[in-house]
């Protein structure tokens, strides 16, 4: 058995850090890279491509809505060409920055209010598809297993990557549990870890209100803004290597 460990990294904004990006690093086999819209700038953006190529770790787009100052976790009323163009022009920023340093972008994963919209509404999802088959229809396709997205990515022949969430709680319905309401994100490391084994031995999670789910894992996901986030890594991927599951890149 093996599975991808990736985190939403870059986040941070001129004078202002998110995380422990270079700690982080050092863990995770996949990193999704903020863009510039909802964070990052070219500074960050540039500097987070370096330590990617540094610890031989892949490299995601991870778009949003123009959203800074929500963090792009706040839903926005956009036509699917305005976000075609949106998705399109943040991940030809980081690809450029991809190519100077002489790698380039492996997978595609929209992020916050965006991702959460695709995992329900399948115009959405199919747009999202749309841009990377353009962009570059070898990218993978990362979505929050059995969503919309993955669908979507089917029927559209690109190569996908199912996504579960080590640090966030979900509804009955597969879905993620709006970060409005309480006991969202997860705190508790050996909680975490447990349900992550769980997710991979036994292809099931425990919903917010008590109702065991089906899910598939072929990435898991650790946000990087959670303060925990360096330590669920760490533990993550020991129990992993410990279960004798092997952490490689998406």
Do not use: W
């Not at 863009?35 to 490299?59: Q, R, Y």
């Not at 690809?95 to 209010?113: L, M, N, R, Y």
């Not at 979507?152 to 879905?175: I, P, Q």
């Amino acid at each position: 058995m093996k599975v991808d460990l990736n985190a939403d990294l870059g986040e941070g904004y001129g004078i202002y850090s998110v995380g422990n990006d270079e700690k982080i690093l050092e863990v995770v086999s996949s990193a999704n890279v903020a863009c510039g819209f909802h964070a990052g700038d070219p500074v960050i953006m540039e500097k987070t491509i370096k330590l990617c190529k540094k610890n031989n770790v892949s490299i995601g787009a991870h778009p949003s809505y123009p959203d800074r100052q929500g963090f792009g976790r706040r839903d926005m009323n956009l036509s699917t060409e305005e976000i075609s163009s949106f998705v399109t022009y943040q991940v030809g920023a980081l690809s450029a920055f991809a190519k100077v340093f002489d790698t380039k972008i492996s997978h595609f994963k929209a992020h916050g209010a965006l991702y959460n919209k695709a995992c329900k509404d399948s115009k959405i999802a199919k747009c999202l598809c749309e841009c990377v088959a353009r962009i570059d229809d070898s990218l993978i396709f990362v979505g929050l297993a059995n969503s919309e997205m993955i669908d979507a990515a089917k029927k559209m022949g690109l190569r996908y990557a199912n996504e579960v969430f080590a640090d966030r709680a979900y509804n009955r319905d597969g879905t993620l549990v709006s970060r409005t309401l309480e006991n969202s994100v997860l705190h508790d490391r050996e909680l975490v870890v447990k349900r992550i084994l769980r997710m991979l031995k036994e292809g099931k999670v425990e919903s917010i209100d008590g109702i065991d789910i089906d899910i598939k894992a072929d990435t898991i996901c650790v946000h990087g803004d959670t303060k925990e986030s360096l330590e669920f890594v760490r533990d993550i991927k020991s129990a992993l290597i410990n279960n004798g599951i092997e952490v490689c890149r998406v």
